[in-house]
């Protein structure tokens, strides 16, 4: 992994220079979350083993420690941290097909496990307002839909019921709100 240095607090060398990361067996690195120039996350994909890995460094990437291991995990990049010690992990599962999500409160030191808003629900999408509001959005043939939860994932409320087989297609998530398209229609929540 390449890190351009900026906004140290001390004086490491400039520009890029190679950081070293804790054996996680060739897991591909999807998504890196900085929250200030020292504390960051790094969720990786599943090796050859089924294991996916989130990363976390307090030293602006000079340092990585295992934060979770997840075995018998497919790829999945989706995390969301507000702070040093509060997020939410997405982990992709292979058996059965389905996603979980994840909750830390202690810099990943411990994590809970959250409701599916549906039995063999995948979570394409997302969006982490607090630790008590969550959005997500499934697309897939029976639970596709966008859902809410305002205690912290464990009630959802389908906000978008959609007909079977028009399920979300593409979504963006805005600043504090959702744009998302469904068979050429687009719905925008604010």
Known sequence: MFI????????????????????????PIL?????DSLNGYAKTGANSAGESYLLKTTTGGDNWTIARLDS???SS???????????IIVVNLTEPFASDLFRTTDGGNSWDSLRRPATFFVYDGISVLS???I????NSQFTGSVWRSLDGGQSWQR???LLVTNNPTEYTWLIQGLALSVTGM?????
């Open 186 to 190: 687009t719905f925008i929540h604010m």
């Open 4 to 27: 351009n240095a900026f906004n140290f607090q001390h004086n490491p060398p400039r520009g890029w220079y190679r950081q070293f990361l804790p054996d996680i067996g060739n897991a």
């Open 31 to 35: 998504e890196v979350d900085f929250l």
């Open 131 to 133: 630790m008590n509001e």
């Open 135 to 138: 959005w997500a959005v499934c």
């Open 77 to 87: 990049a989706q995390m969301k941290f507000l702070n040093k010690d509060s997020g």
């Open 72 to 74: 018998n995990s497919g």
């Open 159 to 161: 906000m978008l019921a």
